[in-house]
């Protein structure tokens, strides 16, 4: 439901990038361009990447996503004055922390750990002018994701005569997956210096990226655990595109 809302107003966002007058005189048109982005990750409960809780035989374990970090190249290509194509390749870093509670430790024991990805974005552009140099935009599609290995970590806390050892092992859930993108956001324009956008994007998986497994060993006696990870994740967008002039049609021959 959370998703749809979000969805929706993609929708109108399109629709208004139509209909809007300035549309016709967007500058894009047979221009293929590089850029560069760096879009930090923002956990939100809201959009279904917040806290999870799990409780068995005195040990309280909370999996809480932490603050990530997308970054790469990205190719667009203006094919119209109003509609341009994306894609790219980025790395994706997912950072997550474990917090074991137990009576018998004096605190909570914390262990981290990273997921990376690598994506491959594949969406549609509808820009509207603004200003001279300022445009706006949205855009969606989809997202290849591809999980190149597991990830296991480990840790231990010793109190007196007793021996807590704590691992954890994040299996992905296939090498390949596929995600809906949504993206909107502002670009200002150079006439020699690049192109310079903010905005933000939403990044939905159509299923669970991977199952984390976590063991608690007190003295040698193991209590097992395990979460689904969702791959959903908000990201504010830093973008910077290079300058390129418009390519020029060769007259028929």
């Known amino acids: 439901m959370k998703f749809c809302h979000f969805h929706i107003v993609l929708n109108i966002c399109l ?53 990530g970090l997308n970054f790469g190249m990205v190719v667009r290509r203006g094919f119209t004055k109003t509609w341009s194509f994306e894609t790219g390749i980025c790395m994706v870093q997912r950072n997550f922390s474990l917090d074991f509670n137990h009576p018998e430790l004096k605190e909570p024991k914390k262990l981290n750990f990273r997921y990376v990805c ?35 970590s480990s840790d231990f806390e010793k109190i007196d005569t007793l021996n807590f050892d704590f691992s954890q092992k994040t299996w992905r859930n296939g090498w390949l997956q596929f995600a809906l993108l949504a993206n909107y956001g502002f670009e200002w324009r150079s006439k020699e210096s690049g192109y310079f956008y903010l905005g ?23 209590t097992r655990m ?28």
């Not at 809007?20 to 959009?47: C, D, H, R, W, Y």
């Not at 690598?118 to 591809?146: H, R």
């Not at 969702?230 to 002039?245: I, P, Q, V, W």
């Open 118 to 152: 690598y994506e491959i974005p594949l969406q549609g552009i509808v820009f509207v002018k603004l200003g001279d140099q300022l445009y706006m935009n949205a855009s969606g599609g989809f997202s290849l994701d591809m999980y190149p290995s597991n990830v296991t």
């Open 15 to 67: 629709v208004s990038a139509l209909l809007s007058p300035g549309s016709a005189f967007l500058a894009q048109e047979n221009v293929t361009t590089l850029g560069v982005q760096l879009k930090p990750m923002i956990p939100s409960k809201f959009f279904g990447n917040g806290t999870k809780s799990l409780e068995e035989e005195n040990y309280t374990v909370d999996l809480t996503p932490r603050m």
């Open 200 to 222: 933000i994007s939403y990044h939905r998986p159509f299923k669970e990226i991977g199952l984390t497994q976590m063991v608690v060993e007190r003295n040698t006696d193991p």
């Open 226 to 253: 395990s979460f689904l990870l969702s791959g959903n994740y908000l990201t504010a967008d830093f973008r910077y595109f290079f300058h390129e002039k418009p390519e020029r049609k060769k007259p028929n021959s």
